[in-house]
């Protein structure tokens, strides 16, 4: 007999693809630990309609909408004029909705998006407990923690008078040392919003401000697991003890297979070309394909995209490349012509069976925390092209740190990756001993993923106890 239900967990990630997943996943998680649970991910009515969500029939993680400011049919120019809706009709949207099913509930949970620290005021003034889910990884947070703090680089916009920098390894090397960040960083290295503060000030504003009142919340959820960010898990849960990993966010299917038909996150905002790529890569022998991809956020420049498209013919491998339609336009226009039969250019595709299959020897990759993490669960080495926000630490920890792959010169005059460049860090990771060695350590990684997620990890425990907790609070 089913127990009455006891706890409902809210799970509400800003609604980017990038931040659904890992979220919807965790939601997913947290349905299977009981019967007396239960799991609503609340995504925004602009972003999802029916038919982007695709849940397997066992999950029992159900899906709610909410009012986000943007009306039917609307068209929003720019993102930070979306923010601008966001803010001022999620509050009252998500309040609204919390109320509609408190009445009904033992005891409330929100699990909400770090980037939207304020969801943990309506949590308190509504009575519910309040747990901030991290989307990037440790070693980003405590640098973006830091700065807030005042206590790096002097860089922070809210605290001009802010203490100078904290370890910094002499400024003639231009390299940092961050408490617990294994790594020494250069100015490369860092997210862009801090070295380059001009570029997106209110991206800058957000990603600081999950750190404004985050030692408020009841839990700190991160999307790592211990093994891979020791140094910095160990820093933060000495100072908070409320922290949990609980990560990789991947489908069961590709780790401990413990969920039922959890082969997909189930929430696509893209519409993936799947059979075709699947087709495609079914017909290639094992180890033959480069998969390209850059999320779903990114934006290349034009002359970008010609020497990548270059550089890929160059190298004279089979390549998948993921180009959103957004995107096509910038392509070389005689590149796909010409009955060149190496490559494939999808608009979307499954990257989580693309990066399963033994075809694929190797990701290029923007380095988004969510296609690292991935392309380590999954063994596949990697080469990374940082563009934006958290992907030039990201870059960095996967060669300096995990060792699963190389990283691309930027030619610093004319600010691209040159096509002899990209064609060089391709068969770096697919030829050689240099590339063996890559995919040794990636498969190392896949193993310890699987052994965090699986009955007893330390994921897997955590999230055991952030469940136990909720009872017997
Ligand atoms: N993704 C996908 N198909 C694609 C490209 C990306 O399903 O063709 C997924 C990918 O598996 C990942 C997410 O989109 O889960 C992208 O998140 P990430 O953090 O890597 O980058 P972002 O898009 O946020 O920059």
Redesign the pocket.
Known sequence: MEMATRIHIIVFPFP???HI?PMLQFAKRLASKGTGIKVTLVTTTSSTSSNSIQLAESSSVNIESIYDGVDEGEKIESFDLYLERFKVAIPRSLAEFIQSIKKQENKLVLVYDSVIPWALDIARQLGVYGASFFTQSCAVCAIYYHVNQGSLLNINPHRPQGRQGIAAAGSSSSMVSVPSVPVLLGINDLPSFICDTDSYPFLLTIVLDQFSNFHKADWLLFNTFDKLEREVVNWMSSRWPMIKTVGPTIPSMYLDKRLEDDRD?GLNLFK?DAEACMKWLESKESRSVVYV?F????NLGELQMEELAWGLLMSNTYFLW?VRASEQSKLPSNFMGGGNSKGLVVN?????EVLAHRAVGCFVT?C????TL?ALSLGVPMVAMPQWTDQATNAKCIVDVWHAGVRVRVDNEKGLVSRDEFELCIRQVMEGEKGNELRKNAVRWKELAKEAVHEGGSSDNNIEEFVSELVST
Do not use: M
């Open positions: 980017v693809q990038g997943n996150y993936p991809s999320g779903s956020l990114a993921v979307w595709c499954p990257q989580l923007h988004g925390w969510n296609s991935e």
